[in-house]
Structure formats: structure tokens, C-alpha cells
């Protein structure tokens, strides 16, 4: 039962255009949602987080939108750099947890091109 | 400031074989997480620990995988014995939380990629 989805495996874009990278959830009880990237051979780094009551968290090029109603967020890069080519996970929590306790979803693996 | 740090780096070993993993995490955090991240998944948690003490294991494997955490500061995640299906990266992640707070940062360490033939 994949409760984070991401439906896209990979996106290409050129450097300084837009990347979107989307997710959707199942699990109501979510509320706590997080991005996080990995380049390869490295663990998994922090991006950018939005809670629940709020649709919107914006940190430099990076901002998260959050749709409860449709359960899907989405991460906007603006504007991409070739350096941002890497696996982006989609996270998120529940609430009627003491702790934080993420489940993640499969990956988008991003590719900016110069 | 050092960040999370675990060992080995790679591991090949046999089905049916045991292995370890060893993590030191970031200096003064209290919360410490093991995940398995099968290759073209996203990263599973097995087992969060809080100070030395297990928070929620409800996903690990306990009849071939036990982790432990003593001292509340460096631990090992060990697999006994080894199936093919075992096959993973496994992530050791920290953060500072002494509480409750769900909204604290998790910092990941580079894992441990294991084959088991």
C-alpha cells in the first residue's frame, strides 16, 4: 500500500526554465509534508517542509504547494540549475503520532540540462 | 559539524550469512532512525530509537534484524541471517529532538549499500 505516490520517475528540463516536481498521498491523517533530495552515494538531505495549515512555504528557488483537498503537493525550482540534477523524494507524517515518522515516496529522479 | 557517519561504506555477502551496520550520529542527537531503501524505492524506516530506548520498530523484521542503541549514541542494525530480498541500502538518519516535535530535520548519513548472493 504505497501511501506517498510519485507518479513521474524522471524530468528533463533545461537550466532556468521551471522544474515541478509532483506527489500525491493517500492518508488523511498526513500532516506534515517534506521534500528531500539525493545525489548519488550520498544519504538523503533536507529541501524544504509545509505543514498542513498552510498551502504555501517558499525558501529561496524552492517553494512547496499543498492541495489537502486533493491530497497532492508539488515542489517548484525556479530557476533550475544543473546542479539540482538529483532524486527528490516526497515525504510526509502523520498527526496522531508523538513522533515524526516519515513515510516516503519513490522518487523523481530530475535532470537540468545546461 | 560532523554529520552522520556509518560503516561500512559497501557490503557483499551470501544468503544466509550474517551482517552488521554501525552508525554514529550527528554529536547531541537524541533520535535515531534506521531505514531500508530498496533500489527504486523510497526509504523505509525499520526502527526509531529515542536516547537508547526503541520508539517504534512496528516494520522491522524482527525474526532476522535487531538493532540496538546503547549508551544512547552509536548504533548497530544487524541482519541474521541474510536473504536475497535484503538486497538494500540501509540509511542511518538523527536529529536533535529530545521531545515530541514532529517537524524536526532528519539528517541522513551516505548508508550502506549490501548485496546478498
Known amino acids: 500500500d504505497q501511501q506517498v505516490k510519485q507518479n513521474s520517475p524522471s524530468l528533463s528540463v533545461q537550466e532556468g526554465r521551471i522544474s515541478i516536481l509532483n506527489c500525491d498521498y493517500t492518508?488523511?491523517?498526513?500532516?506534515?509534508f517534506l521534500w528531500y533530495k539525493k545525489y548519488p552515494a550520498e544519504g538523503p538531505t533536507f529541501l524544504i517542509s509545509?505543514?498542513?495549515?498552510?498551502d504555501k512555504n517558499e525558501d529561496g528557488r524552492f517553494t512547496v504547494f499543498l492541495n489537502k483537498s486533493a491530497k497532492h503537493l508539488s515542489l517548484h525550482i525556479v530557476p533550475s540549475q544543473p546542479g539540482d540534477s538529483a532524486v527528490y523524494f516526497c515525504a510526509a507524517s502523520e498527526g496522531n503520532t508523538g513522533f515524526q515518522k516519515l513515510v516516503f515516496g519513490t522518487g523523481t529522479r530530475l535532470l537540468v540540462s545546461p | 559539524e560532523a554529520g552522520v557517519a556509518q560503516s561500512p561504506r559497501y557490503k557483499i555477502i551470501e544468503k544466509r550469512q550474517s551482517v552488521a551496520f554501525w552508525c554514529n550520529p550527528i554529536s547531541g542527537h537524541a533520535t535515531l532512525y534506521w531505514y531500508q531503501q530498496i533500489l527504486g524505492q523510497g526509504p523505509k524506516l525499520l526502527i526509531q530509537f529515542q536516547n537508547n530506548g526503541v520508539v517504534d520498530d512496528s516494520q522491522l523484521p524482527k525474526d532476522r534484524f535487531s538493532a540496538e542503541r546503547l549508551k544512547g549514541v552509536d548504533s548497530t542494525l544487524k541482519i541474521q541471517p541474510a536473504k536475497l530480498e535484503d538486497s538494500a541500502v540501509y540509511l542511518c538518519?538523527?536529529?536533535?529532538?529530545?521531545?515530541?516535535?514532529?517537524?524536526?530535520?532528519?539528517?541522513f548519513g551516505p548508508g550502506t549499500r549490501l548485496l546478498v548472493l
Open positions: 492518508n488523511s491523517m498526513f500532516d506534515y
Open positions: 538518519a538523527s536529529s536533535l529532538v529530545r521531545g515530541t516535535s514532529r517537524q524536526e530535520t532528519q539528517y
Open positions: 509545509i505543514s498542513s495549515i498552510k
